[in-house]
């Protein structure tokens, strides 16, 4: 089982980086911002049904609008952007600024050589599969994520990897 099927090298840069962890927080992030401003909603939808079922004045009700759309602003771009940079900051002071990864697919695992480490995933391990315009995400059930750029397949290619990961052996 050492075959290597395909082979993956790149340097991870900042803006890589990014379009990865920004695609990771709206995949599972997104979905508790979104629960979160439902409630928030709901709860002035209430409010504005109270203050109008009383006759009073609105006033007070589009203060709060402006302060319930700035705090969505806020859970929505503010707040996953600086934990992505945030996020970017930790990795960088490890790795550096730009860091080559080596990422070999065998034929029941794939291993991510980050430069500091290595990364042993079993393809069993995969929860999930994300793409951006230039990645292919593989998060696994410990939440370890690996980051698979599109156009550097040095062995292979993409179809190679989504087949490894459903179990599907290419032809020898």
Request: no cysteine; charged share 30%.
């Amino acid at each position: 089982m050492n075959k290597i099927y395909a082979e993956n090298e790149f340097t991870m840069t900042k803006a890589l980086f990014l379009e990865g962890s920004d695609r990771v927080n709206r995949a599972h992030y997104g979905k508790t911002a979104s629960r979160v401003l439902l409630v928030l909603a709901l709860a002035w939808l209430a409010l504005a049904a109270f203050t109008f079922s009383r006759r009073s004045d609105p006033t007070m009700l589009i203060l709060e609008l402006v302060v319930l759309l700035a705090v969505a602003w806020w859970l929505v771009f503010s707040l996953p952007r600086s934990r992505s940079k945030a996020a970017w900051r930790k990795v960088s002071e490890i790795t550096g600024e730009e860091s080559p990864r080596a990422i070999r697919f065998y034929g029941d695992r794939l291993e991510a050589d980050t430069g500091e480490r290595t990364i042993t995933l079993p393809y069993e391990e995969i929860e999930e599969t994300l793409h951006t315009r230039r990645l292919l995400i593989l998060i696994s059930r410990e939440k370890t994520g690996v980051l698979i750029k599109k156009d550097a397949y040095t062995k292979e290619s993409e179809e190679i990897v989504l087949g490894l990961l459903k179990n599907e052996r290419p032809k020898e």
